[in-house]
């Protein structure tokens, strides 16, 4: 069975400090993608990124980065120099295969940046 | 934007009473999901649908059903609500991109039983 686990419940940070958010899964799938979503204060969930389990390249987004490392089986995602418009909860989700009809979401971490 | 609506976007009920949830899209994708999203638990499937008529169980599906008529909505229906249910669910479409789908959210339904 596929699971995802977010062992940081809430994290506190100051404005402007690095934070890392991180994620770790569990799956017997040899082809399986990996996800991150934010949702707001405001309650909808946002899509962040996407990566396959063929592609351990990081990635960057502006301010966001994430490092996947199959050999951890981990997919953790920072954030530089954080923002108040940061604070949400974070979620990490995996699917395994070809289709997300089983995507395992994490339990989240509620990030809280204060200024 | 995905072009997901929920409906209602809250709601309070009683214990034992029939509920049922839309969620409507209208860009004609194929398949869309119920979740509940409970603290702890992060998100849960419920059910999916893979088209009209079509659906399967997801990881929690005890307690409710589902049904499809029409491409655009999908029913998530609370035959008897129990104070469990309590939750926030989110509906979601499925898009295809870069070899695999990726899930978007409608915005959610809190759903209260008394």
């Known amino acids: 069975a596929q699971k995802v686990t977010q062992a940081q419940t809430e994290i506190s940070v100051v404005e402007k400090e690095d934070v890392t958010l991180d994620c770790v899964y569990e799956t017997r799938d040899t082809t399986y993608y990996l996800f991150w979503y934010k949702q707001p204060p405001s309650g909808e969930l946002v899509f962040l990124i996407r990566?396959?389990?063929?592609?351990?390249q990081n990635e960057i987004s502006g301010r966001y980065s994430w490092n996947f490392q199959k050999s951890t089986s981990s997919f953790n995602f920072t954030i530089t120099a954080s923002q108040v418009v940061d604070s949400a909860v974070y979620f990490c989700?995996?699917?395994?295969?070809?289709?997300?009809?089983?995507?395992?979401f994490g339990a989240g971490t509620r990030l809280t940046v204060k200024p | 934007d995905a072009g997901i609506t929920q409906s209602p976007r809250h709601k309070v009920t009683e214990t034992g009473t029939p509920v049922t949830l839309r969620c409507h899209q209208t860009e004609n994708h194929r398949y869309m999901y119920w979740y509940r999203q409970d603290p702890g638990h992060g998100l849960r499937l419920i059910h999916y649908?893979?088209?009209?008529?079509?659906?399967d169980k997801g990881e929690v599906s005890d307690g409710y059903s589902v049904s499809r008529s029409k491409t655009e909505d999908f029913l998530l229906t609370l035959e008897s609500a129990t104070s469990s249910q309590t939750s926030v669910y989110f509906c979601a479409i499925s898009e295809w991109a870069e070899g695999t789908d990726t899930q978007y959210f409608g915005p959610g339904t809190r759903l209260t039983v008394l």
């Open positions: 649908s893979y088209g009209v008529k079509d659906t």
């Open positions: 989700a995996l699917s395994g295969g070809f289709n997300n009809n089983d995507m395992r």
């Open positions: 990566r396959n389990s063929f592609d351990e």
